[in-house]
């Protein structure tokens, strides 16, 4: 029998990821281009699900640096507006600039907790989260929080990552760093995770649990292509913040060993369509939708 005092606790949890995710977005705002080259298909097919109209209020939660929601924006207007919103600060700020630069005049940049939303009641017609339900210690507050701010007839859309086995993209990079001691890999179950709502049954009936109706689930397929070795390693370790910490952590010697390690394991996945040492690793996304 585990001892209570190795537990994980819900808040320390919390703390944690929002020091994690403080620390990775200067990572995932100097990488911004390729994020939304990349998962551009997945925030599309989010945005199709919720099917945004002139004059709707929609919201981005856990929203990174805001590109689904910079596509929302687009769509709702005239009349409309959207809120981009995240619990870490720096990705707030780098949010803001990411709408400044489009010149998106209707769109609302705001601190804000995907499990504790600081929305009034049926106040927007549409939310949507980007792999954010998997990383909070309470999916189920969270989606209820949703199901909260949504307007009768509104829809939610978000996305998880399938099983780590199709998803190499991250999956095989985090395999060198915990073959090496440097990482535990993969996440323990019952814990916040990349891969922590990947069984698609489980899946829905939570979402069904929090007071969704009709809840749907598309899989979508990536490739996270890089032009060479040195970039790939660069992208891998600059999204992921367990990555970044296991390195960061690491005596120089076996830092320089895991950096040759992921070096091969990159170019054992060449891009077929791309030119010589380019690199391309597959994944697959989970994109849900459901009716208030």
């Known amino acids: 029998m585990s001892d209570a005092a190795d537990t994980p606790i819900p808040d320390d ?17 100097a990488h911004r281009e390729w994020i939304e080259q990349s998962m551009g298909p997945v925030s599309h097919a989010m945005i199709d699900a919720v099917s945004p109209q002139p004059g709707h209020v929609v919201l981005e939660a856990a929203a990174g640096l ?3 929601g910079l596509l929302a924006a687009e769509l709702v207007h005239p009349g409309g507006r959207v809120i981009i919103s995240d619990g870490a600060e720096a990705m707030v700020e780098a949010a803001k600039r990411r709408a400044e630069e ?6 609302e940049v705001t601190p804000m907790e995907l499990e504790w939303l600081d929305m009034d009641a049926a106040s927007v017609d549409a939310v949507l989260v980007r792999f954010g339900y998997m990383l909070v210690p309470d999916p189920e507050t969270a989606l209820r929080d949703a199901r909260r701010v949504i307007r009768p007839g509104g829809r939610l859309s978000f996305a998880v990552w399938d099983d780590v086995a199709r998803n190499p993209w991250i999956g095989a990079g985090m395999d060198v760093l915990a073959g090496l001691g440097l990482a535990e ?5 019952g814990t916040p995770g990349p891969f922590a709502l990947s069984d698609r049954e ?3 009936e939570l979402v069904a649990g929090a007071g969704f109706v009709l809840p749907e689930v598309q899989t979508v397929e990536l490739t996270f292509r890089s032009p060479d070795v040195p970039t790939a390693r660069e992208r891998f370790v600059g999204l992921s913040g367990r990555a970044r ?5 690491a005596p120089a010697d076996r830092r320089a ?3 040759q390690a992921l070096d091969a394991m990159f170019a054992a996945h060449p891009d077929p369509n791309g030119p010589a040492g380019s690199v391309a690793l597959p994944g697959v996304a989970l994109v849900v939708a459901a009716d208030a």
């Open 13 to 29: 949890q919390r703390a944690a990821a929002r020091a994690a995710w403080e620390k990775t977005a200067a990572g995932w705002d």
């Open 66 to 68: 805001g590109e689904t």
């Open 102 to 107: 489009r010149g998106a005049g209707n769109v």
């Open 185 to 189: 890999w993969p996440t323990p179950a």
């Open 202 to 204: 489980s899946l829905l």
């Open 245 to 249: 910490v296991a390195l960061e952590d």
């Open 257 to 259: 060993a895991a950096e």
